[in-house]
Nanobody, 134 residues
Framework: QVRLVESGGGSVQSGGSLTLSCVAS????????LGWVRHVETKTREGVAGMGRDGRTAYEDSVKGRFTVSRDNAKSTLYLQMNSLKPEDTATYYC????????????????????????????WGQGTQVTVSS
């Protein structure tokens, strides 16, 4: 059984930092394209960042320079370091994983954002809430 379990969310003031973690089980972690997606109830799910098997990273424009995605294959864990947080970063953050021979870029992460919750494309965690107050 595949499980992705996120943690590290919380409430911070604008300008603060948080680090999210996602521990995966049931998949050969090092072989997967991994990403972070966020969702606000009134908006479409949005890809935030991704990291491929080769270590290449990709970011949504609004988080570039503030967020850093990383992975520890030995621990089957994906991280998202979030600095200079803004109120508009408030959302539920999800970890997503996809085994693909293609590129692990923002197009792939966005596809995961839209399709993984439906269960027909990759895997999806339960989410962790991030709230940033002004």
């Amino acid at each position: 059984q595949v499980r992705l379990v996120e943690s590290g969310g919380g409430s911070v003031q604008s300008g603060g930092s948080l680090t999210l973690s996602c521990v995966a089980s049931g998949i050969p972690f090092s072989e997967y394209c991994l990403g972070w997606v966020r969702h606000v109830e009134t908006k479409t799910r949005e890809g935030v960042a991704g990291m491929g098997r080769d270590g290449r990273t990709a970011y949504e424009d609004s988080v570039k320079g503030r967020f850093t995605v990383s992975r520890d294959n030995a621990k089957s864990t994906l991280y998202l370091q979030m600095n200079s947080l803004k109120p508009e970063d408030t959302a539920t953050y999800y970890c997503a994983a996809l085994k693909t021979s293609g590129r692990c870029d923002m197009s792939t992460i966005q596809a995961l954002a839209l399709r993984a919750p439906r269960g027909d494309f990759g895997y999806w965690g339960q989410g962790t809430q991030v709230t940033v107050s002004s």
